[in-house]
């Protein structure tokens, strides 16, 4: 599983509509019904500074999100910043002691905490 973490903002003169509605109206456009891409708002709608993570199930449907991104950014008037990247990790090597890894079922540790990411 790869994905990232951006932060959204307007780039120029301010809009009606917040920018979380944007970013999740571009991130869907950049998405194109594409099975796989899920997406979702860490920070709570209405914030000047939304924070989105974006998962994917390969490098090839990172790549064709990306490729989609940066015109829908730029029809919407929106940058973006690359706060954190989850990189798809090498397969664990057979555990000579046949230990099974040690695991909670839960996703903590994937993203830094909210906290981390959103600017007050």
Do not use: W
């Not at 301010?14 to 456009?29: D, F, G, Y």
């Amino acid at each position: 599983m790869l994905g990232r973490v951006y932060t959204f903002e307007r780039e120029g003169a301010s809009s009606e509509r917040p920018v979380s509605a944007v970013a999740a109206e571009a991130i869907q456009t950049s998405i194109n019904g594409r099975p796989g891409i899920h997406y979702h708002e860490l920070t709570a709608p209405g914030r000047p500074k939304p924070v989105f993570a974006v998962l994917f199930p390969d490098v090839a449907h990172k790549q064709y999100f990306e490729d989609l991104l940066g015109p829908a950014l730029t029809q919407c008037r929106l940058r973006i910043n690359i706060v954190h990247t989850l990189e798809e990790r090498e397969p664990v090597a057979e555990n000579p002691a046949n230990e099974q890894p040690v695991s909670s079922g839960s996703d903590v540790g994937l993203f830094p905490p909210i906290s981390a990411l959103a600017e007050t």
